[in-house]
């Protein structure tokens, strides 16, 4: 677990928190804002080390009172996290009762109750309709954190109770660093997986594992065998990608997390044919380790047909966000990019 001054690239979020203990104007809700994997719900753990630590040391949690014993070992009654369920799509309003349960009690330990809500965005209408009458009056000693993408995603009156805390993407060259330092990674294959992550180092420690690596370079493989594949093959692609058939809710996220970062590298490696048919440069390409296969696959694509095919794939990693059928969603997908580039798409 790391404190607040261990945090990298969220000088001005960590300076807004400890300003706002230092001079005892705590509010009752926060909305952490920005994308996944850039430190939000590290730094809402961080945050509760801090303001419930018997004994601060610079300004930081001490890592040794018994109240940052509990917070590093999972164990302490008054930090609780709110995560969709596994079986559903969602936070259900169940989650949302159990929470007023907890604040029909003062703090176990006598400090502040935090309660983290992550994503938020993930709440139904019926769990965010009950959360904010939760939210009109909580009582003292409790501090909801709720982590969101972007706040157009919840009920404004929601938002509206909330002090708003952005978190923004972290620098290339400081993910470079992070993962060099922390992960020991190659420089050659930090500096690829850093400019792939989209400043996020989550994303960039997913990207890094050697299967997601070494995968990265069949999923470009198969992304250029789209446009001469029959439409019936592609159908059979996508229920290779989703290995159609497995049901679990352990498999649907697992699932998840891995068609999000393929849509991110087929995103990533439109963009670079593209940059390179408008630019010819070479210095500004995110897949630099694969020039050679991105000057012959750009032979395939036009300027309108490039911009259609990042379209559709905006339109996917919306679509996989909202929970939509993720079958459907890479038919779709596929069948829009082979129309791509005849002019259309789905």
Not at 218 to 231: A, E, F, G, H
Request: aromatic share 6%; glycine share 6%.
């Amino acid at each position: 677990m790391k404190t607040l001054k261990e945090i990298h690239g969220q000088e001005k979020a960590i300076v807004f928190l400890k300003r706002a203990i230092a001079s005892y104007k705590i509010a009752p809700a926060y909305l952490f804002t920005g994308i996944q994997g850039i430190g939000k719900t590290t730094t809402a753990m961080a945050f509760a080390l801090l303001i419930n630590c018997m004994d601060p040391v610079d300004g930081d949690g001490c890592k040794i009172c018994t109240s940052c014993k509990k917070i590093i070992g999972g164990n302490h009654p008054d930090i609780i996290i709110i995560e969709p369920d596994k079986d559903k799509k969602g936070i259900g309003i169940n989650q949302i009762r159990e929470i007023n349960r907890h604040l029909a009690f003062s703090p176990a330990l006598e400090r502040y109750r935090i309660i983290i809500i992550d994503p938020a965005e993930k709440m139904t209408d019926e769990a965010a309709n009950a959360f904010l009458k939760t939210l009109e009056e909580p009582p003292p000693h409790n501090i909801f954190i709720l982590n969101v993408r972007d706040p157009g995603e919840l009920l404004l009156t929601i938002v509206s109770r909330c002090q708003k805390v952005p978190f923004k993407p972290l620098p290339t060259e400081d993910i470079v660093n992070l993962l060099i330092n922390e992960e020991d990674m190659d420089k050659e294959k930090a500096k690829i997986v850093a400019r792939l992550s989209e400043g996020s180092l989550g994303r960039a420690i997913k990207i890094s594992k050697d299967d997601l690596f070494t995968d990265r370079v069949s999923w470009i493989t198969m992304l250029n065998s789209v446009i001469n594949r029959p439409y019936d093959i592609l159908i059979d692609m996508a229920h290779e990608l989703t290995g159609f058939g497995k049901r679990s809710a352990t498999d649907k996220e697992l699932k998840d997390d891995r068609i999000a970062l393929m849509l991110g590298i087929w995103k990533s490696w439109y963009r670079d044919i593209l940059i390179f048919k408008l630019e010819g440069k070479l210095d500004l390409i995110l897949n630099s380790d694969l020039n050679n296969h991105l000057k012959k696959a750009s032979a395939f694509y036009t300027v309108d047909a490039l911009i259609r095919s990042l379209t559709v794939i905006a339109r996917a990693e919306y679509d996989l966000m909202n929970n939509k059928n993720l079958l459907f969603l890479l038919e779709r997908s596929l069948l829009g990019l082979k129309r791509a580039v005849k002019g259309s798409y789905v």
